[in-house]
């Protein structure tokens, strides 16, 4: 289907149906990416944003897990914290970047953050979901066999949660870049995110489209790796 | 059958306090019961008549209200003793570990050396028939083949006082009685003191060297069968005389409690 639609987009723009100045045709697009990837002339942006992302991707699953450790723990937290939860996506995140500049200085920690605000709650929120769902007959086996309960936690509860852990880390990895690269576009001097947005505003349509097509294909293999991953995962469990 | 008595509750209650406006439910007893060392006791009872509580009081997962609790003389307080296993009635393997690590996971927590977890747990997976699949995943394995592996998982604990509670309950009549054959077995290899709690009047009728019949909620024995069963017996006793003598004997107990358990029409 995909294929179908790239075919259709080529012959528009080949035919001309579509002004060059809004949309390249995909193999132009392409070829962009090829050679841009070839020349290594954004090599350092890529680096920056990708170590910007993994810092805040570090951040939000250690605090994500534990505060979703936490509203696990304590359940009256947990339901009292639940209208924020639901309606966490709605709050403009950007608002607070310069909040986050007069804490952090005019350095890329700013953007950390930006990419964390995005990422942690989804972390936080499957962890939940993973920790509740953990059949209550695997507790009491974990009773029976006299097991503390940093034992059950350790050796039952985690193990049980993992898949829905693991799709909170797969969530918090495409909430980071998106929070990153976002940010990058408005509020960077440098970075990949900043680069697509520099050769937009220069009408550079086929840097513009090598970058993108860099991003999406770099973004979606990760995100496509950690699927086959969790399918394992799945498929090794039954699905349980 | 007579022996050293291995768990006795004595004029046992237990009460579950409610929580703000609901009213404290009276689960079980007063009951009193007597395990004798090595018998194959079973307990059918109607619906929410509290059997699986009975079971729990037992294991020491729960408490009692009123009343002793005993393993091998001692009191049972808060803890399962060491001693006494537990297999329950849902599918409890751990589907993260394959079926030779589910079966270790107890020796494991305990710090058990490797070469014996190993012999133990290849003991038991040979008793329940799952050497071959020790590398397999429980995704991989039938219903009946997961419960044998939980019961397995129990078995390596060497329990003296093993309980199941319902532990077929998920599967077809004829994998049921097969099961049946297969802990008769375990049970003579074993020389533990099993209870079973079984909805299925059949399975205690055909297992068991006495079977009590509970009231419903709050459950008290209401009658208690000596079957007269040899230890070398079968699913093939199903065809006895005293088979059917013992089954209509539990229904013609059981039917007027079930009715009671049934909601109001």
Not at chain 1, 217 to 238: A, D, T
Request: glycine content about 10%; overall charge positive.
């Amino acid at each position: 289907m995909i294929l179908v639609l790239i075919g259709i987009l080529e012959s528009a723009c080949r035919m001309a149906w579509i002004d060059p100045i809004a949309v390249i045709a995909p193999s132009k697009m392409f070829q962009g990416a090829v050679s841009l990837l070839a020349s290594g002339q954004y090599a350092e942006d890529i680096l920056l944003t990708l170590q910007t992302v993994a810092a805040a991707l570090v951040i939000s699953v250690i605090t994500g897990f534990g505060l979703g450790l936490l509203l696990f723990r304590l359940p009256r937290l947990k339901a009292a914290a639940d209208p924020f939860l639901a309606s966490y996506y709605a709050i403009p995140m950007f608002m607070f970047y310069p909040l986050f500049i007069v804490m952090f200085g005019l350095n890329r920690w700013p953007l950390v953050a930006i990419g964390f605000v995005f990422s942690f709650i989804a972390m936080a929120i499957n962890t939940v979901d993973g920790l509740n769902r953990v059949p209550r007959v695997l507790m009491r086996v974990g009773q029976s066999m006299n097991l503390s309960a940093w034992q059950r936690i350790r050796f039952i509860q985690l193990p049980a949660a993992a898949p829905y852990l693991f799709t909170g880390v797969k969530l918090a990895v495409v909430y980071a870049f998106i929070g990153v690269i976002a940010g990058e576009f408005v509020l960077a001097g440098a970075g990949f995110g900043y680069r697509i947005a520099f050769a937009y505003n220069a009408f550079d349509n086929a840097t513009m489209y090598g970058l993108l097509v860099l991003l999406i294909g770099g973004v979606g293999g990760l995100n496509l790796s950690l699927y086959r991953w969790e399918r394992l995962i799945h498929e090794r469990r039954g699905g349980r | 059958m007579s022996g050293a008595i291995v768990a006795s509750l004595q004029a046992v209650e237990r009460i579950y306090p409610g929580i703000g406006k609901q009213q404290a439910v009276h689960a079980l007893g007063p009951i009193d019961l007597a395990l004798r060392q090595g018998e194959f006791f079973s307990v059918v009872g109607p619906s929410g008549c509290g059997k699986s509580t009975l079971l729990d009081v037992l294991a020491g997962l729960s408490t009692t209200t009123r009343g002793e609790a005993r393993f091998e003389g001692r009191l049972l307080q808060a803890g399962v003793p060491e001693g006494v296993g537990v297999v329950f009635q849902e599918d409890s393997s751990f589907p993260w570990l394959n079926v030779r690590d589910n079966a270790s996971f107890g020796l494991r927590r305990r710090g058990v050396a490797q070469s014996e977890v190993k012999r133990l747990v290849d003991e038991a997976l040979a008793m329940v028939g799952l050497e071959a699949f020790a590398e397999s995943y429980p995704a991989q394995l039938s219903g009946g083949m997961r419960q044998r592996l939980c019961i397995a998982r129990t078995l390596v604990m060497r329990p003296r006082l093993l309980l199941l509670d319902e532990p077929f309950g998920a599967l077809d009549q004829q994998t049921r009685l097969l099961m049946g054959d297969e802990l008769l077995r375990i049970w003579r290899e074993t020389k533990a003191t099993v209870l079973l709690i079984t909805h299925a009047l059949d399975e205690a009728a055909m297992l068991s060297d006495r079977v009590a019949v509970m009231s419903a909620r709050p459950g008290r024995f209401i009658d208690l069968i000596e079957t007269g069963w040899p230890a070398s017996r079968d699913s093939r006793n199903v065809s006895d005389p005293n088979f059917g003598a013992i089954t209509a004997r539990l229904w013609d107990r059981l039917r007027a409690e079930s009715l009671k358990a049934m909601p109001a029409r």
